[in-house]
């Protein structure tokens, strides 16, 4: 039987190490390779360290501590409504948006402190 279409060219497996030269180029491409294929290593971490400059006081209570955060929020909250005051557009519409999420934070702070210190 006769075929329509030819065998494919009889081509001789070549191995990457046939000379020194190959080897050395597999090498580096293997090596590039996982240097952007594989997950990297695991790198032990050094434990996060805290910048002690603007530092709470660990020993301090945590009523006087939310209390402070709850002024904090709320004095950041008015500083923010009076500054968008003087502005018009889209930068005043992203300082509302941003006392909003200050208030939230004081709302959230409020209701720790008032799980924490019962007020009835």
């Keep these: 039987m006769f075929k329509v279409t030819p065998n494919p060219p009889l081509t001789d497996p070549v191995s990457p190490y046939e000379s020194p030269d190959s080897r050395k180029l597999n090498e580096a491409a293997e090596r590039a390779l996982d240097h952007y294929l594989k997950p990297a290593a695991t790198v032990m971490a050094s434990p996060y360290q805290p910048n002690k400059l603007y530092m709470a006081n660990p020993a301090a209570a945590t009523e006087p501590m939310l209390v402070n955060a709850s002024e904090t929020l709320g004095s950041a909250t ?40 019962p007020t009835e």
Aim: proline residues 0%; charged residues 20%; hydrophobic residues 60%.
């Design 78 to 117: 008015v500083m923010l409504n009076d500054f968008a005051a003087l502005l018009e557009g889209t930068h005043r519409k992203t300082l509302l948006g941003i006392a909003q999420v200050v208030m939230l934070a004081e709302l959230a702070v409020n209701q720790v402190l008032d799980k924490v210190v």
